[in-house]
């Protein structure tokens, strides 16, 4: 059921600025419209901007700004819609939005106008949540994803793999209808055996680039690991610019991991430092210790940094020899810092790991540290991780929805191989259609809408 109150938000961001803009939707936003601007003549055209003075419902001048009003088939919401693009301060704008309250409007929620647009079918799902990505885009990588997706690019694709499925359900009804002409129940199986394949294909392909996807919406997960006082927290604060982790010759300074958003080189990298890993009695620096072995499995790049003038702890080989084993899954950065020291005696297998001497810290000399080296690989790595060609799923709900899909698909073809009834198929097909309509918003409860559009901020 499409809303029917009206409702009203600042839409620009907060704080002072030229331009800001207070938004109203909903039925009653031409009445809203008249109350603010009281010699609005009705004949205007749809997105004709207007030099207007915006009262409150008392007649009080609030301000002079310029005023459009569009019409429901062509607003963004799919609603009547008005914006007053007033002077940009804070005591302007909320005096102007309390004049739309006044005048019968409710104040949005957050996403709101978003959520109408979906509801009143001008965006799928896919788009709707495009338009929060664009908003919080902080990368070239996450800005190109959702143009892409608001364009409909995932919208289409997985239309037409719900497409696919609807003819696969209408020839399994056929099948149904004439399965006592053996000929007949051969080519239609044959013709939803085709369909079936493609749509699997294509979902795989999806699901095989979820990871970079992911990676270019929310940046590429990089954790630094390594012993104390090897150069982790110096590495941080050289990636970030800033003196953000504290750094002292005291082993076991950094009790907890502390992360931050970079750009190197145009990707961004959730940049994530960790305590040192080695065995201690200190209560705190071991939870420290044991949450930065669990953010080991949650990045996508490890940089490991390491004191190339002593030899490693027993547990150090111990999970390396862990993250050797798993190089094909999360590559690994081995870093050598201290490259102006001699050189302890280490294990010749960590020759596998891809490796960068470098001097770290201020008092580092400034020709052949490393340094230069070190950051151009940190940026090759991530562009790799995150570069992809073709339509991206980038959110675990898409990922779920696409495995749910291919779950179903995969027990149809298992119906098929052993003759089973074409009613049974039909089910296996259906569950499919609604794991990818789930997707695009075809299909959706409210706990997932709610979910969704939470995440906007208010105003869009």
């Known amino acids: 059921m499409k809303p029917k109150s009206t409702i009203a938000a600042i839409a620009t961001a907060a704080g002072r600025g030229g331009v800001g803009i207070v938004r109203v939707s909903g039925p009653e936003a031409p009445q809203v419209l008249q109350a603010l601007v009281p010699d609005w003549p009705p004949e205007t055209p749809s997105h004709l901007l207007r030099l207007s003075k915006i ?32 002077h940009g301060g804070p005591m302007v704008l909320q005096n102007v939005l309390d004049a739309c309250l006044d005048a019968g409007a409710h104040i949005a929620g957050p996403g709101e106008f978003t959520e ?26 996450a800005h190109k994803l959702a143009v892409e997706h608001l364009n409909g690019g995932l919208g289409k694709t997985i ?44 979902l795989k392909v999806l699901r095989a680039k979820f990871d970079q996807g992911r990676r270019q919406r929310e940046g590429v ?16 604060n050289l990636l970030h610019g800033t003196e953000r982790a504290i750094v002292t010759p005291v082993a076991g300074t950094t009790r907890d991991y502390l992360e931050e958003e970079i750009l190197l080189d145009s990707v ?56 050797k084993r798993d190089l094909k899954r999360r590559p690994v950065l081995l870093v050598k810092n ?83 009834d074409f009613e049974i198929l039909a089910l296996d097909i259906r569950e499919s259609l609604d794991a990818l309509g789930a997707i695009v918003g075809r299909v959706s409860t409210d706990d997932i809408l709610n979910r969704i559009f939470s995440e906007f901020c208010v105003g869009k």
């Open 116 to 141: 109408r647009a979906y509801l009143n079918g001008k965006l799928d799902l896919t788009q709707a949540e495009a338009v929060a990505d664009l908003i919080n885009a902080s990368s070239e990588a």
């Open 268 to 323: 961004a990298l959730r940049l994530v430092d960790t305590a040192g890993l080695r065995q201690t009695e200190e209560v705190v620096e071991a939870i420290g210790i044991e949450r930065s072995r669990a953010l080991k499995d949650q990045a996508d790049l490890i940089i490991w940094v390491m004191d190339q003038s002593q030899p490693l702890l027993e547990e150090s080989e111990a999970l390396l020899a862990e993250l």
């Open 55 to 86: 009262v409150d419902t008392a007649g009080e001048l609030l301000d002079q700004g310029l005023v459009v009003f569009m019409q429901d088939t062509r607003s963004y919401t799919g609603e009547p819609t008005v914006e007053f693009q007033c």
């Open 221 to 236: 997960r990089v954790v630094i690991l390594g012993e104390p006082n090897a150069g982790k927290s110096t590495l941080f």
């Open 338 to 420: 201290k490259a102006d020291l001699p050189v302890a005696e280490h294990p010749e297998w960590l020759s596998e790991f891809e490796t960068v001497s470098t001097v770290l810290g201020p008092e580092a000399p400034e020709a052949g540290n490393g340094q230069e080296k070190l950051l151009s690989r940190l940026a090759q790595k991530a562009q790799e991780l995150a570069r992809a060609e073709g339509v991206l799923i980038s959110r675990a709900r898409h990922l779920q929805h696409v495995l749910e899909a291919l779950s179903a698909l995969g027990r149809v073809r298992q119906s098929m191989d052993l003759d089973m």
């Open 159 to 202: 239309e037409r793999y719900r497409e696919l499925l609807f003819q696969a359900i209408l020839l399994v009804e056929s099948a149904i209808d004439f399965s006592h002409e053996e000929h007949v129940y051969q080519i239609e199986k044959d013709e939803i055996l085709r369909r079936i394949d493609e749509v699997e294909v294509g």
